[in-house]
């Protein structure tokens, strides 16, 4: 890949990044702020507690992204960005454009996912 588009693409993961950790430090105060207002009331409580356990899985999912990025980040800087993992071969420009932390070629994310589906399928004592 030709060093101006590694650029664009740090610049992009950069971006993203910086997204993320807004966005998780304003969820971390929204609970924060809500840990110190909790209702009197069993319902609003078990709202409370429902919006709070969905606010987790969502910081889950955008801490999960966040390695993801700095794991694409750190292979830009070893000369290794947009290289399947798997086959070794590049990883399409579109790809990356949708998804700019891929790890993997379309062709190899597909048999990936094929195979854990087939997983998912077979019972456990069956193997």
Known sequence: MKREKKVDFKSLLVTNLHKLQLSARRKFLELKQSDS????D????S????NQSMAFMIHDRERLAM??????LSKIDQGVFGICEICGCEIG?????????SRLCVRCQERLEREEKTRRFIPANAV
């Open 37 to 40: 207002q909790l209702p009197t």
């Open 42 to 45: 069993p319902l609003d409580r």
């Open 67 to 72: 390695r993801e990025i700095e794991n694409a």
């Open 47 to 50: 709202s409370l507690e429902t």
């Open 93 to 101: 420009k579109e790809r990356l454009r949708v998804s700019p932390a």
